[in-house]
């Protein structure tokens, strides 16, 4: 008699494993559907609204004070003009009633500024008459002068460094400190060797730009002596005579950009004397205007420069900060919540199928 071998072959599983297989939990029954990635667009601006709110305060601590810095890389010139009297040294007189002209021209040396990390401008400066003008040699002015002026160029205080020369002080001189305010201001006068005290005077308008006006006076003072002819002081009995020199300016007048302290128009008095050694009043006169002023040419150019710094520097310190907190609070606010509907919706349960049993199951 044959014995029955037992079904053995994994080809053909059981009733049991089919039951089993049938009623397992498949991945469908976990009652979630895969999450999948966020949409771009709420991340992006989600992003962005962060960024706005990181740069807000970078623009007040760190752009603004760095875009606050007295220019390198200058090249500017200004012309004073007005009517006045000067001593002829050729003719040995004064001539009065002439046309002075008073040029500045300001160069910045870039390489020693970004050596010693200061704001470096070689100045000259020339006086010249109806006579002297024309020639357009400093040698031939009336009055020639250069000067090397060194400042920190975040304060605009002077920086005794760099061949400065002369080795001057205050707050202001070619150029006033960044935020003027409405108080006083110790501005240098380089004939007058010292500091002069300006008090602030209320606004004027130049070209249509509102400016803080400063204003002050230099008392007569003596600034030097000069070796010159005895007659000249009204000494005849002598050859040549040490002579004082003598200064006063009677109109000091500054009007100045509020942002950048750049000055937009200034007038000054000024008269330079002599006189024998020792007397109380003058013997000659050098040098004597009633009123230089910015001519209208440099008014108008440093009203531009003024204009176009100052923007900038109200983009910084006014405008960009609270624009850039306000939108990038919006958008941080938007975009959190267009992602966080993203993810609810990816989430949300499936109610699993029930599960389906085989009503027979064949041998």
């Known amino acids: 008699m044959r014995r029955r071998s037992a079904r053995t072959?994994?080809?053909?599983?059981?009733?049991?494993?089919?039951?089993?297989?049938?009623?397992?939990?498949?991945?469908?029954?976990?009652?979630?559907?895969?999450?999948g990635r966020p949409a771009p667009l709420p991340l992006a601006l989600l992003g962005v609204g962060v960024f706005l709110l990181v740069l807000t305060p970078l623009l007040?601590?760190?752009?603004?004070?760095?875009?606050?810095?007295?220019?390198?890389?200058?090249?500017?010139?200004?012309?004073?003009?007005?009517?006045?009297?000067?001593?002829?040294?050729?003719?040995?007189?004064?001539?009065?009633?002439?046309?002075?002209?008073?040029?500045?021209?300001?160069?910045?040396?870039?390489?020693?500024?970004?050596?010693?990390?200061?704001?470096?401008?070689?100045?000259?400066?020339?006086?010249?008459?109806?006579?002297?003008?024309?020639?357009?040699?400093?040698?031939?002015?009336?009055?020639?002068?250069?000067?090397?002026?060194?400042?920190?160029?975040?304060?605009?205080?002077?920086?005794?460094?760099?061949?400065?020369?002369?080795?001057?002080?205050?707050?202001?001189?070619?150029?006033?400190?960044?935020?003027?305010?409405?108080?006083?201001?110790?501005?240098?006068?380089?004939?007058?060797?010292?500091?002069?005290?300006?008090?602030?005077?209320?606004?004027?308008?130049?070209?249509?730009?509102e400016g803080y006006r400063y204003t002050g006076t230099v008392e007569p003072a003596k600034t030097g002596t000069r070796q010159v002819p005895g007659r000249v002081v009204d000494r005849p009995g002598q050859s040549q005579v040490l002579a004082e020199e003598w200064y006063s300016n009677d109109g000091i007048e500054m009007v100045v950009d509020r942002r950048?302290?750049?000055?937009?128009?200034?007038?000054?008095?000024?008269?330079?004397?002599?006189?024998?050694?020792?007397?109380?009043?003058?013997?000659?006169?050098?040098?004597?205007?009633d009123r230089l002023e910015f001519t209208p040419a440099t008014q108008r150019e440093q009203v531009d420069l003024a204009s176009e710094d100052s923007g900038l520097l109200r983009l910084v310190d006014d405008t960009l900060p609270p624009a850039c907190a306000a939108a990038g609070a919006v958008l941080a606010v938007f975009g959190g919540v267009l992602v966080a509907r993203g993810r609810s919706r990816r989430t949300t349960r499936l109610p699993a199928p029930p599960p389906s049993v085989p009503t027979s199951v064949s041998g």
């Open 9 to 35: 072959s994994s080809a053909h599983p059981s009733a049991d494993d089919t039951l089993a297989d049938l009623t397992s939990p498949g991945p469908a029954s976990s009652g979630r559907v895969p999450s």
């Open 260 to 289: 950048t302290g750049r000055i937009i128009n200034a007038v000054i008095a000024p008269k330079k004397t002599l006189r024998a050694p020792g007397a109380e009043r003058d013997a000659v006169t050098l040098l004597q205007s």
């Open 60 to 209: 007040d601590s760190y752009v603004a004070p760095r875009a606050k810095r007295t220019p390198v890389d200058v090249n500017v010139t200004t012309v004073l003009t007005g009517q006045g009297s000067y001593f002829d040294a050729e003719a040995l007189k004064v001539r009065h009633d002439q046309r002075l002209t008073v040029t500045r021209r300001v160069l910045g040396d870039v390489s020693d500024s970004e050596r010693g990390g200061v704001a470096v401008w070689d100045v000259s400066q020339t006086i010249d008459t109806p006579r002297t003008l024309p020639l357009k040699d400093p040698r031939k002015s009336l009055q020639w002068t250069t000067e090397r002026w060194v400042t920190d160029r975040r304060t605009n205080r002077p920086v005794h460094c760099c061949e400065e020369t002369p080795a001057f002080q205050g707050d202001a001189y070619l150029k006033f400190p960044f935020d003027v305010g409405k108080r006083g201001y110790r501005w240098w006068d380089n004939t007058l060797g010292a500091t002069v005290p300006l008090r602030f005077a209320g606004t004027a308008r130049v070209g249509g730009h």
